[in-house]
């Protein structure tokens, strides 16, 4: 049976599964880390507040350490033997368990260190295997130059690449022959060289993108937006935050997203949109939005996202990010998110020390509303008479409906 390959792929593949299925993704965080020690017993009250203060610092503490004290890691080390013995001891049984598990490994490929991606380049430029065929290629802080990454293009083919994600890789661009009309994810967060004009090249290939993420590519401005709301019809996630030159991204661009792209996650951080481009996305995306990240947009007001869930144009929101921003009267929002608790929806909002306060003010103040005007209901009770019933007590049932 193991000398049909058809029937050793399938083996293989399911030996394999943990390992090809599991590519190093940037998790979804369910809540950002507080901003403050006040801000995180605001949120989670005194008890959790301070252990998940204490979680933060730690947390914090040991990123920073280890990307200062980290270790590169080599193309198979001894720890993914020890967690995949099975995988790696299939490559030694003879040559067709060899090349077939060598081309199940390479439809995906990730890197995490310089070692690494080098080392691979230069295996595949002197191996007399097949050309790999990767379905996703996943670069994880890679700081080789250039010159490494052409070398690698010439060698790979991209006719089935689907994912491509170079995550904070500020010296690599994606070659332009890496681009197919198969590509559907798109991922360059922290890729300081991208300019449009090399954006709008990798865009103009890819007429099925359904996933971009360009935060933090300082040089990305509304020409190359504009260019992909108009060949990116199929887009459903947009993420061009940034902490710096966020005037290079305005209502302009947006607004071409918000009319032309199938929208249901859009980041927009540090970008210099108004209250015009949230109508724009509220109008042309708000029955399919789950997601809106508007943190520290400086130009919004109240007219914007506050009007917008008033009106009631953002059912489908299930994630608002609004940390930084100049919100004075958030009673709206408050109210949104009573509604669609009401109806068993999960929300999420995101917000800053300031915001957070002026919620948690608000929603004693409804709080106290509602109370009140129960108590109100139930003193008219018990003073009204029923004229149609002999002079007895209204039944309190038929009170409540007729008020």
């Given amino acids: 049976i193991f000398e049909i390959p058809e029937i ?12 090809t299925d599991k590519i190093p993704v940037e998790p979804k965080l369910s809540r950002r880390p507080p901003l ?13 507040g301070k252990r998940v ?26 720890t993914e033997m020890k967690k995949n013995p099975n995988l790696y001891n299939c490559l030694f049984v003879n040559k067709k368990w060899y090349f077939t598990m060598l081309s199940i490994l390479n439809e995906n490929l990730f890197f995490k260190s310089d070692s690494q991606f080098e080392n691979f380049t230069s295996s595949i430029c002197t191996s007399d295997i097949n050309t790999p065929e990767p379905f996703s290629l ?7 130059p250039q010159s490494v990454m052409d070398v690698f293009a010439s060698q790979v083919s991209s006719r089935r690449l689907n994912w491509l994600e170079f995550y904070i890789c500020p010296a690599i661009l994606p070659p332009i022959s890496f681009i ?11 890729c300081r060289s991208l300019t449009d004009d090399h ?9 099925e993108l359904m996933h971009l993420d360009i935060r933090a590519c300082d040089q990305i401005t509304d020409a190359s937006i504009y260019f992909i709301a108009l060949n990116c019809p199929r887009l459903e996630m947009l993420n061009c935050g940034r902490h710096t030159r966020g005037e290079l991204i305005s209502d302009v661009s947006i607004g071409m997203i918000a009319k032309h792209c199938q929208i249901r996650t859009i980041g927009l951080a540090g970008c210099g949109i108004s209250d015009w481009a949230v109508w724009e996305l509220a109008l042309h995306c708000g029955s399919r939005l789950e997601r809106l990240s508007l943190n520290y947009c400086w130009k919004l007001s109240d007219v914007g996202i506050c009007r917008v869930l008033k009106a009631g144009l953002m059912e489908s929101l299930s994630v608002l990010e609004i940390r930084g921003v100049s ?24 917000a800053c020390e300031n915001l957070d306060r002026l919620m948690k003010d608000v929603q004693t103040q409804l709080d106290l509303e509602v109370s ?21 007590d209204v039944d309190y049932r038929r009170f409540l409906s007729e008020r």
């Fill in 8 to 19: 050793l792929e399938i083996i293989l593949r399911h030996v394999a599964h943990d390992y």
């Fill in 36 to 48: 403050s020690y006040n801000h995180s017993l605001m949120i989670y009250g005194e008890e959790r």
């Fill in 53 to 78: 203060w204490n979680r933060t610092v730690s947390s914090t503490t040991m990123s920073s350490f280890s990307s200062t004290n980290g270790r590169p890691n080599s193309e198979f080390s001894s």
């Fill in 138 to 144: 996943v670069l994880h802080k890679i700081k080789s």
């Fill in 180 to 190: 197919s009309h198969s590509l559907k994810k798109l991922a360059l967060p922290g």
């Fill in 199 to 207: 954006l709008k090249l990798l865009v103009s290939r890819a007429p």
């Fill in 327 to 350: 919100l004075n009267d958030v009673r709206d929002i408050v109210q949104w998110k009573r509604r669609r608790l009401s109806y068993k929806h999960k929300v999420l909002i995101e």
């Fill in 372 to 392: 009140n005007r129960i108590f109100n209901d139930i003193n008219v009770w018990l003073q009204a008479s029923d004229d149609e019933n002999d002079g007895g």
